[in-house]
């Protein structure tokens, strides 16, 4: 059995998204089919549409969704069909080393958790032509089709429109404030661009009691926007000669955790000499893969530390319904971060919106 629904496909690096109606199969012995309410926009699918990292095309783009569960195969029993869950690409298969050593967010067996070689695509065009699902997810569309280690269970209260901005920038802005830098209370820390991965560590570091949380971008209006959300101190980096300084005469000598959410080897290297002794440099953002970072030998005799990030070293089935219950108790801010709800026909608008950037977080409701 397939069905018929709407999705935004990539047919070709570089180019736009593409709204075409395509055919959704049934769910496998251990899949989910859900019905998508709630797809945000991440910068990540920005760089596969801009063609700055390889994807498979085409391809249905999208990796920030919640929805409700519409039917499951017959191994599945974590959901049923009614259920509201969250969407991750940390899809985990709970037997390799990674998964089995407390990081199933590095997962090195998608073998495990993806169809068998040869056996029929989850989506196709309606001439047949396969179409690959981004992340194993596609999340731009009216439906998805996933393996049921792809899901976490939430309660009927989050709203899923917020729930989905959980599935990928809150968890890896949160995450590499909690899991992967472990910020304890009491600890100074910046934040290089307040998009959606930024606003979400901004956030994290206030809920762990960092006692001041500086924040760098160039726009005003972003700066604002952390400022509401715990940002203590801001520096607008196009308005100062130099951002290591200005952050460096704001915590008197660095800063002991920072944080790169853009993916640019500039900024990268800003979080890293920005560091006071012994602090530990962050970087979310995805730099490009053949991009070289420098950093100065001699600053490694100091013990600074720079490290990557991998949405945000998540143990999603945990971590995602402890933010639901953040966000229904007010101290996680999701509401102020939603600067416009578009329709999937408004897609590519809101893409171009958020290069020009303008947008803290966009996500399409259908
Ligand atoms: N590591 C992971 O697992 C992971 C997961 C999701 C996203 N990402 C990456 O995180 C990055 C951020 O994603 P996003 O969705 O928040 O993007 P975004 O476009 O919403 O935010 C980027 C922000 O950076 C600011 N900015 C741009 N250039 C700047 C500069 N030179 N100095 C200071 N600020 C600057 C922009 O004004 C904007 O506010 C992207 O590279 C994305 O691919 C990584
Ligand atoms: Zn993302
Ligand atoms: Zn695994």
Request: charged share 20%; glycine share 12%.
């Amino acid at each position: 059995m397939s069905l018929a629904m709407k999705a935004a496909v990539l047919n070709s690096q570089p180019g736009p998204l593409e709204i075409e109606e395509l055919r959704i199969d049934g769910p496998g012995p251990d899949e989910v089919l859900l019905q998508v309410k709630g797809a945000g926009l991440c910068h990540s699918d920005l760089h596969f549409m801009e063609g700055i990292f390889r994807a498979k095309v085409p391809a249905v783009l999208g990796h920030e969704s919640a929805g409700i569960v519409e039917a499951v195969g017959e191994n599945v029993r974590y959901v049923k069909p009614g259920d509201h869950v969250i969407a991750c690409v940390s899809i985990f298969c709970g037997q390799c080393k990674q998964c089995l050593s407390g990081n199933p967010h590095r997962c090195n067996n998608p073998a495990a958790t993806s169809r068998p070689r040869g056996s029929a695509p989850r989506l196709t065009k309606q001439d047949g032509t396969p179409v690959d699902q981004f992340g194993r997810l596609g999340g731009f569309g009216e439906q998805m089709l996933v393996h049921q280690n792809a899901l976490v269970k939430i309660v009927d209260e989050m709203p899923l429109d917020r729930a989905a901005l959980i599935g990928c920038g809150i968890t890896t802005g949160m995450g590499a404030v909690f899991r992967t830098a472990k910020v304890p209370p009491g600890s100074t820390v910046c934040v290089i661009g307040a998009g959606g991965i930024g606003l979400a560590a901004i956030q994290a570091a206030r809920i762990a009691g960092a006692v001041q949380v500086i924040v760098v971008d160039v726009s005003d209006e972003k700066l604002e926007t952390a400022r509401q959300l715990g940002g203590t101190d801001v520096v607008n980096a196009s308005k100062v000669d130099d951002v290591v300084e200005a952050v460096r005469d704001l915590t008197g000598g660095g800063v002991e955790y920072s944080f790169e959410a853009i993916g640019l080897k500039q900024t990268s290297e800003q979080a890293f000499n920005m560091l006071g002794l012994g602090g530990t440099a962050t970087v979310i953002g995805m730099v490009p893969s053949k991009q070289m970072l420098e950093i100065r030998g001699i600053d490694l005799l100091q013990e600074k530390k720079l490290q990557g990030s991998m949405m945000g070293s998540n143990q999603f089935r945990t971590d995602m319904p402890n933010m639901v219950s953040m966000y229904l108790d007010g101290r996680l801010k999701l509401d102020e971060m939603v600067s416009a709800t578009l329709s999937l026909e408004q897609i590519n608008e809101g893409y171009a919106a958020m290069k020009r950037g303008e947008v803290a977080r966009q996500v399409i409701t259908f």
